[in-house]
């Protein structure tokens, strides 16, 4: 009985759940009771929004989880700019350096043209000014004068060495005929006075032999005359020695001259002052009629080539090595964007130099 009972019980329960409208007052106010209280079950489990508390704590976590993977993500890419920026070095104590020409004149004098104004660009080769030319075109023509007098006088010793080789040969042989000529009439004389002094006294007379003593002595004098000039006239190789010395001076007085008439004439060039490279005009300071010192600075030629000079910290040369790659910002030009490398490094400190 009570299985039928209890299968009854259930069929009903069945039935009224299936049926709600169909059941009797006291069923319905038992069945709200009951619904009341699961009711009131129920939202102990639910939040102020009417979700379930499970649903809260999932929700409390999805920050937690954001916030990880963000930290993650920085995480991660820390480690890549690491990795990218491991080998490179930075410094802001750098500056744009350059070849910077001092232009200074060579000769003295008044500008007398001025073709150049201040941070104006110049080519190789142009007029920058031009210095009062009258003084040293006036040394030029003295200098050529000076150097066709030498010229005259080297030919003169010229012509004296050539007469030389032909004139004091002749004289030597001529002292020679001449001392030949003094011996014979020597000989002649030394005769007549032995047969003077030979012969009786009655056979001559006095005036005889001494006729014949004077011209004894004559001719011996003659004969040493003509000795003395055959010594004199046998110096002559050194006698043509010193022709050709003239000649050689002479010839050093022509180059001489034709150096200072180069120097003449390159003084004269320097009155025109030329730019020796391209390159930008800057600190000038002559001006028209201005009187220059050979010297004095005059103004400045910066060429193109430009590269920069960095100052890096011992520390930070360990990696750097020449033809390394180079990122440059310009401060006045933060949009410019410059890339170059590394030319070479300094082999000396600061401090040194």
Same mark, same amino acid.
């Given at each position: ?132 030319? /009258?003084?040293?075109? %006036?040394? &030029?023509?003295?200098? $050529?004068? #000076?150097?066709?007098?030498? +010229? =005259? *006088? !080297?030919?003169? @010793? ?82 043509? /020695?010193?022709?050709? %010395?003239? &000649?050689?001076?002479? $010839?050093? #007085?022509?180059?001489?001259? +034709? =150096? *200072? !008439?180069?120097? @003449? ?89």
């Amino acid at each position: 009985m009570s299985d039928q009972s209890a299968s009854a019980h259930d069929e009903q329960d069945r039935k009224g759940l299936e049926n709600p409208p169909e059941r009797a007052s006291g069923d319905e106010s038992q069945q709200d009771s009951k619904d009341n209280d699961s009711t009131g079950g129920n939202d102990k489990g639910k939040n102020d929004n009417g979700e379930p508390s499970g649903s809260r704590k999932r929700s409390s976590k999805k920050p937690l989880i954001i916030l990880g993977a963000v930290a993650v993500l920085l995480a991660v890419a820390g480690l890549i700019w690491w990795f990218a920026t491991r080998n490179q070095v930075s410094t802001d104590d750098a500056y744009t350096d350059g070849n910077a020409i001092t232009m200074a004149p060579k000769v003295s004098g008044y500008v007398v043209r001025l073709a150049v104004n201040d941070n104006v660009y110049v080519h190789k080769g142009d007029l920058l000014l031009v210095i009062d030319k /009258r003084d040293y075109q %006036a040394h &030029v023509h003295a200098a $050529r004068a #000076q150097l066709g007098l030498a +010229q =005259a *006088q !080297l030919k003169a @010793a010229q012509v004296q060495l050539d007469i030389t080789r032909v004139q004091y040969p002749a004289q030597y042989q001529q002292a020679k005929a001449q001392i030949s000529s003094a011996q014979a009439n020597f000989q002649q004389a030394q005769a007549e006075y032995d047969r003077q002094h030979a012969v009786d006294q009655r056979a001559t007379s006095q005036q005889n032999v001494d006729t014949a003593d004077a011209q004894r002595q004559t001719a011996s004098a003659s004969v040493e005359q003509a000795r003395a000039q055959l010594q004199t006239a046998s110096l002559v190789p050194q006698q043509i /020695r010193q022709a050709a %010395a003239a &000649v050689e001076e002479r $010839r050093q #007085q022509v180059q001489q001259a +034709q =150096a *200072q !008439l180069e120097q @003449a004439e390159l003084n004269l060039s320097y009155c025109e002052v030329r730019s020796p490279s391209d390159g930008w005009i800057t600190r000038r300071n002559v001006q028209y009629g201005t009187f220059l010192l050979a010297g004095v600075s005059l103004f400045s030629i910066v060429t193109p080539q430009v590269w920069i000079t960095a100052n890096f910290k011992e520390s930070q040369l360990e990696r750097m090595r020449p033809g390394d790659k180079v990122n440059v910002e310009v401060d006045a030009y933060p949009k410019l964007d410059l890339h170059g490398h590394v030319d070479s490094i300094q082999l000396g400190s600061g401090s040194r130099f």
